[in-house]
């Protein structure tokens, strides 16, 4: 077992910054970054051992000088360990520090060496549609509720969902190892108590197992993926490497390329959201998102910090370091240092962009910007009027490294198309709030007092399906579809649709959950006859009491009775200047039965009739 | 489109016999026959099978029925009202079904019928209860005088009185009389059945466009259920049934009659045994005439069987109602119920038409309808019902004199000769009889009818085409329409049974046509690649899609209804859509052509 192991410190010369500085808050560190940069551009923080670096300058010279300043400490805790944490690790098996990043050369330059055959850009752009589809459908789900975390519902979830699928981990699997991964990163790059870090530890050990047995199963039967791709390698005579080697590689992607991805995601969001003239830019020109994950790189670098031993006397920001001096890099700070970047803290999309340079250049840079481009290609082009809900709190996971908040709520405006469409100005818009009891629904949906294809106003339409109704006006089930007549309650058509799934309350969990309607239930009519009529009855009540027509939203309960949940004016039809069929003056008299003889409706009709 | 347009049906010269059916022209008149010699004009007009009035093969003399109404329909358009459109309704009988064809009036002459049509209709309109008061007593004449007629075999001799009273008439004049008679009262009646008839669909027909006009959508049947009659002629026998089955409640017969099976004999002198059996007897007798004058058919056929002679159909039903009435169940028509159901459906609509002026017409209108559409239920009863039912009793009759007579086996018998036919058997019956010989048709008859009896078994076998030839564009006819409900959907579908390649249905969820090019989406990642005016076809749209309906022509989905998102969100750009085909994104492709039709729910694809 390697760990960090502190060297003896330097005396301190700004002892009030390295008061100051809170290493496992990134909440809002810009502030003290600039001061830093001003005051002590390179300083000790005694709570961590760590000589901390600031300036854009001289990061830059330690990754150009991996000889001078090895990346050996990258994986290990800032602070040392519970003694039970090493026996636990030990006595698991869990003989990795680090997949690549913590590796040095020769080892690294074999490893990389060898992992990049198989990280080639064709793996990279082939996973674009699995992208694409991913972010469609995860945006597809909030899409029409006009609020969401996108943290939660997309930028915690897509990364992992790519690169799990890239390293072959099987659906079913993904909970588990999620919950392994963050045990990982808490592990290395957090500050938790004891008790906490035995369990992790104990995580980290299954983890690791479950990488072994995931690299051997590609030995025993091959597969597309990149433990199997590495495998294919290694058998095709580069051993260059041992198995547990192949295992810690693909072991270190799952981390390299999902919790930097997720807070690129997030953060990126956050500050893009952040300066609506930025979003409003990308809306307008699509063509400007590369430059803008660029520039959300920069301001919002996912790893906001990295470390770095320096293994011969060096001199860094004129701050002489001896040996084994271990080094934290605000990449954060570098990344908005004013004296490379004019406005460091804009997101300019005509910013000349600045690379970073170094042997350790993240491997799955590319993924995460492909990752990166789509999202923000399917956002701008699904929900052009996101913003940031206002007023909230960013809360970020105490760690050093991976900056991203926990939650990002946002908000979007579902009816934009409409009020465009009929030119009105959000400045007309009023909104209500309705507090209803929830009724158990067996059956919800919709109803309208006229068909709403024709106009005809002798007819209610009703959409039915099994649960609440949520899934009708959402669309996410095809409901069943009844026409009555409405003066003789008869229904004239009906079509009975597959209703695969159903919402229904779960009080308990005080929530609403879907679930699938069993085979033999998802054909059958959501209504019995007497119901459609009973729905329609309601309906043209409401009609009656508001004397237009009306679109109603019912449900009926386990009971059998039916409610009426909502009531709104019908908008198209009842809008419309004239009649669907304008007549002309009705006529009357001997004459006019002459004319019906005469001019028979068939004939009339003739040009729908005879298309 | 991928299939071959089938327009035309097949004409009656392709569509031969059936085996076993050859030489059944010969079975009927031959002014009924599709003739060789008049093939190019016969093909030129539509013709489809009346099988609403006459669903079975005729048998030789049953064509009576559609000879003598088709020919009295036709007269009152033509010649007596000279409705302005409309002349009557041409028939021909193909393969023992008969085919209607309505005869237009030519374009240029109808404005010169309509003056004369406005005075003719107009005086039966204004006087409509008093010439309906008329006319019951004219059918009544013309049902008294059929019970009347008497068919006897032939006496032994000429009865002496008829020779002292210097007469000078033999029997076979008064058989061929009252036969001929027959034929004229059956006749007379069909005269008087359609004298109200039309002008009651045309009153009836007037309200229902006006109805279709002002209420596009207004339910058929509620148009009915406005005009309807509630005390109906044609529901008195069964009122009578029910009113019997009270009475033998209330006499405590309930037992007698419904013990054991419908052997009319045996329940009735069971019910005679009863301390007040005689009572419910009487009444049983009183109400069987008119009242069980009444086919069990439509009476269009002399098989339809009539209850006064199949009285275990009435006492069956009788028993039925006893039944129910010692279950406690309530068998009285609701007339008040009915009514006041009828005045709810009437105020209804009333309130949906779309102004006080369109109100106005439709009061008079209505008020008309209901002035004159009963009639349309009253003849059923004096004419199918009661008349012919007396008709095929009296024809049964002479069926079983002259089956007595050797001419063949069975009363029923008769029906397989044709009644110009039966003249000469008449004739033949009093001819041997009057020279003191057989007569033939006991030699030609049972083999004859045996033969017709295997041509019309052959016959059945055969379903009938339903049309022939080629339809209008459009159906306009307006008996054809009302009386046939023969419209060009109807026709339509008639032809494209089966064969439907290269066209979708699904919902019809937003008005409108579009041509234009497919543009099939697999989901919201290839939304990017909509083209502006390209026609989206998707399984399903999403309210995320919601910009996107800027750029297209129309939507076609694979699921959704009249109220999933697309057919919505459609509406309210105004773009057609077609929702629910089921299987739009397999079945079409990208950059193909497709006309989508909101309005019939319809796809087609053009290439």
């Known amino acids: 077992v390697v760990t960090g192991q502190p060297t003896s410190a330097p005396a301190c010369p700004h002892p009030e910054l390295a008061r100051d500085f809170q290493p496992f808050d990134l909440a809002e560190p810009f502030d003290f970054y600039a001061r830093a940069r001003a005051q002590a551009p390179v300083f000790y923080s005694p709570e961590i051992d760590y000589w901390v670096v600031t300036r854009y300058d001289d990061m830059r010279g330690i990754f150009r000088d991996p000889v001078t300043f090895s990346s050996e400490n990258t994986q290990a805790p800032y602070k040392p360990r519970p003694a039970e944490v090493p026996q636990i690790l030990e006595a698991g098996g869990f003989s990795v520090v680090s997949g690549l990043s913590g590796k040095q050369p020769p080892d690294h330059t074999r490893l990389r060496g060898f992992i990049k055959q198989a990280f080639t850009p064709r793996r990279v752009a082939s996973l674009e549609p699995e992208i694409r589809a991913i972010a469609a459908r995860m945006i597809e789900r909030f899409a029409g509720r006009g609020q969401a975390d996108l943290v939660v519902e997309l930028a915690r979830e897509l990364p992992a969902l790519v690169i799990f699928r890239m390293l072959g981990i099987p659906d079913a699997d993904v909970p588990q190892v999620k919950e392994w991964a963050q045990s990982r990163v808490y592990m290395n790059f957090g500050d938790r108590p004891v008790e906490e870090q035995v369990h992790h530890a104990e995580n980290l050990v299954r983890y690791w197992r479950y990488w072994r047995d995931l690299v051997q199963s590609r030995f025993a039967t091959p597969q597309d993926d990149l433990p199997g791709d590495l495998v294919g390698i290694y058998r095709q005579g580069d051993q260059t490497i041992t198995t547990d080697e192949i295992a810690a590689l693909v072991y270190g992607q799952l981390t390299a390329g999902h919790e930097t991805t997720t807070a690129l995601l997030s953060n990126g969001l956050k500050e893009l959201l952040g300066q609506p003239e930025a979003w409003q830019a990308i809306c307008r020109d699509r063509g400007v998102i590369p430059v803008a994950v660029e520039e959300l790189l920069r301001v919002s670098a996912p790893v906001f910090t990295w470390k770095r031993r320096v293994k011969a006397p060096a001199q860094v920001g004129g701050v002489d370091l001896p040996a084994g001096t271990n080094l934290l890099l605000l990449l954060g700070s570098a990344n908005h240092d004013d004296a490379v970047f004019e406005n460091p803290d804009r997101i300019d999309l005509g910013r000349e962009n600045a690379s970073r340079q170094g042997i350790h250049f993240c491997l799955g840079a590319p993924l995460a910007r492909l990752e990166g481009r789509?999202?923000?290609?399917?956002?701008?082009?699904?929900?052009?009027?996101?913003?940031?809900?206002?007023?909230?709190?960013?809360?970020?996971?105490?760690?050093?490294?991976?900056?991203?908040?926990?939650?990002?709520?946002?908000?979007?405006?579902?009816?934009?198309?409409?009020?465009?469409?009929?030119?009105?100005?959000?400045?007309?818009?009023?909104?209500?709030?309705?507090?209803?009891?929830?009724?158990?629904?067996?059956?919800?949906?919709?109803?309208?007092?006229?068909?709403?294809?024709?106009?005809?106003?002798?007819?209610?339409?009703?959409?039915?399906?099994?649960?609440l109704g949520e899934t009708v006006v959402s669309g996410t089930v095809t409901p069943d579809h009844f026409l009555v007549e409405k003066v003789l309650l008869e229904v004239v058509g009906s079509i009975i649709s597959r209703k695969e799934v159903e919402l229904v309350p779960d009080a308990a969990g005080r929530r609403v959950r879907e679930r699938a309607v069993e085979a033999d239930r998802q054909l059958s009519a959501t209504l019995s006859n007497e119901e459609v009529g009973a729905v329609a009855a309601r309906a043209k009540r409401a009609e009656r009491h508001y004397g237009c027509p009306q679109d109603i939203e019912w449900a009926i309960d386990r009971g059998g009775a039916v409610m009426l949940l909502q009531s709104r004016p019908e908008t198209v039809w009842s809008n419309k200047p004239q009649q669907p069929q304008a007549r002309p003056p009705a006529a009357t008299g001997l004459m006019s039965i002459a004319n019906t003889l005469i001019n028979p409706l068939a004939a009339r009709r003739a040009p729908d009739v005879n298309h | 489109m991928s299939t071959t347009e089938v327009n035309r049906f097949i004409s009656p010269y392709d569509d031969p016999a059936p085996e076993g059916a050859e030489g059944w022209e010969e079975l009927y008149p031959y002014y009924l026959h599709f003739r060789q010699d008049r093939r190019e004009f016969e093909d030129g007009r539509f013709w489809f099978a009346d099988l609403q009035h006459w669903p079975t093969v005729f048998k030789p003399f049953d064509t009576i029925t559609v000879e003598f109404a088709i020919k009295c329909l036709g007269q009152y358009n033509t010649r007596h009202l000279l409705i302005p459109p409309a002349n009557g309704i041409d028939y021909r009988v193909h393969n023992g079904y008969v085919y209607m064809s309505p005869v237009p009036v030519p374009e240029e002459q109808i404005p010169e019928r309509v003056p004369q049509f406005l005075e003719r209709a107009g005086h039966y309109f204004a006087n409509w209860s008093s010439l309906l008061e008329n006319w019951e007593r004219k059918i009544r004449r013309v049902i008294g005088d059929l019970e009347a007629l008497e068919f006897e075999p032939l006496p032994e001799v000429v009865p002496l009185e008829w020779i002292k009273e210097g007469r000078g008439l033999d029997n076979t004049f008064a058989l061929t009389q009252s036969y001929n008679r027959a034929i004229e009262l059956a006749y007379e009646a069909f005269q008087y059945h359609f004298?109200?008839?039309?002008?009651?669909?045309?009153?009836?027909?007037?309200?229902?466009?006006?109805?279709?006009?002002?209420?596009?959508?207004?339910?058929?049947?509620?148009?009915?259920?406005?005009?309807?009659?509630?005390?109906?002629?044609?529901?008195?026998?069964?009122?009578?049934?029910?009113?019997?089955?009270?009475?033998?409640?209330?006499?405590?017969?309930?037992?007698?009659?419904?013990?054991?099976?419908?052997?009319?004999?045996?329940?009735?002198?069971?019910?005679?045994?009863?301390?007040?059996?005689?009572?419910?007897?009487?009444?049983?007798?009183?109400?069987?005439?008119?009242?069980?004058?009444?086919?069990?058919?439509?009476?269009?056929?002399?098989?339809?069987?009539?209850?006064?002679?199949?009285?275990?159909?009435?006492?069956?039903?009788?028993?039925?109602?006893?039944?129910?009435?010692?279950?406690?169940?309530?068998?009285?028509?609701?007339?008040?119920?009915?009514?006041?159901?009828?005045?709810?459906?009437?105020?209804?609509?009333?309130?949906?038409?779309?102004?006080?002026?369109?109100?106005?017409?439709?009061?008079?209108?209505?008020?008309?309808?209901?002035?004159?559409?009963?009639?349309?239920?009253?003849?059923?009863?004096?004419?199918?019902?009661?008349?012919?039912?007396?008709?095929?009793?009296?024809?049964?009759?002479?069926?079983?004199?002259?089956?007595?007579?050797?001419?063949?086996?069975?009363?029923?018998?008769?029906?397989?000769?044709?009644?110009?036919?039966?003249?000469?058997?008449?004739?033949?019956?009093?001819?041997?009889?009057g020279v003191g010989v057989e007569p033939m048709g006991p030699y030609y008859w049972p083999a004859e009818i045996a033969r017709r009896k295997r041509i019309l078994a052959a016959l059945e076998l055969k379903a009938p085409v339903p049309a022939m030839n080629e339809p209008p564009a459009v159906v306009t006819e307006p008996f054809t329409i009302m009386l046939y409900g023969i419209t060009s959907e109807a026709v339509s579908s008639w032809l494209h049974a089966g064969a439907d390649a290269g066209h979708l249905g699904g919902m019809a969820a937003s008005p409108g046509v579009v041509e234009g090019v497919a543009r099939v989406v697999g989901g919201a990642e290839d939304l990017g690649t909509v083209q502006e005016g390209e026609i989206l076809v998707t399984r399903i749209t999403a309210p995320s899609w919601g910009p996107i309906f800027g750029r297209i022509a129309a939507a076609v989905t694979d699921i959704g209804g009249m109220m999933g998102h697309a057919a919505i969100v459609c509406r309210e750009y105004g773009l057609p859509a077609v929702t629910g085909t089921g299987s739009a994104t397999t079945s079409i492709h990208t950059g193909q052509r497709l006309r989508v039709d909101g309005n019939t729910g319809t796809v087609t694809i053009l290439d």
């Open chain 1, 374 to 467: 789509v999202v923000l290609e399917e956002l701008s082009a699904r929900l052009p009027t996101l913003r940031l809900v206002p007023g909230q709190r960013f809360d970020y996971g105490a760690n050093t490294s991976f900056r991203g908040p926990s939650h990002l709520l946002v908000q979007w405006d579902t009816t934009a198309p409409y009020r465009r469409h009929h030119a009105i100005s959000e400045d007309d818009v009023r909104m209500a709030v309705v507090v209803q009891r929830m009724v158990d629904a067996r059956a919800a949906g919709v109803a309208m007092t006229l068909d709403p294809a024709t106009g005809d106003r002798t007819k209610v339409a009703i959409e039915a399906s099994f649960g």
């Open chain 2, 195 to 433: 004298e109200f008839l039309n002008l009651g669909y045309v009153a009836y027909l007037d309200f229902f466009t006006f109805c279709k006009e002002a209420l596009p959508g207004v339910a058929d049947l509620g148009i009915a259920k406005m005009v309807q009659g509630i005390d109906v002629v044609l529901f008195t026998p069964d009122q009578e049934l029910r009113t019997l089955a009270r009475l033998a409640v209330e006499l405590d017969l309930g037992r007698a009659l419904t013990e054991g099976d419908v052997d009319v004999d045996r329940v009735l002198s069971a019910v005679g045994l009863q301390p007040r059996g005689a009572e419910w007897l009487a009444a049983w007798e009183a109400a069987q005439d008119p009242w069980f004058n009444f086919s069990s058919g439509n009476g269009m056929y002399s098989t339809d069987r009539v209850w006064l002679d199949h009285l275990e159909i009435p006492l069956g039903f009788v028993r039925d109602y006893v039944h129910r009435l010692q279950d406690g169940e309530e068998i009285e028509r609701p007339t008040e119920q009915i009514r006041a159901e009828r005045d709810r459906i009437t105020a209804e609509y009333r309130e949906l038409m779309p102004d006080d002026e369109t109100r106005a017409a439709f009061d008079e209108k209505l008020g008309l309808s209901r002035l004159v559409f009963p009639y349309v239920e009253h003849h059923n009863f004096y004419i199918e019902h009661w008349s012919l039912s007396v008709f095929w009793r009296k024809i049964r009759r002479l069926g079983e004199v002259l089956a007595q007579a050797g001419f063949w086996a069975e009363p029923d018998d008769i029906f397989y000769v044709r009644r110009d036919e039966l003249q000469h058997v008449i004739f033949d019956y009093g001819n041997g009889w």
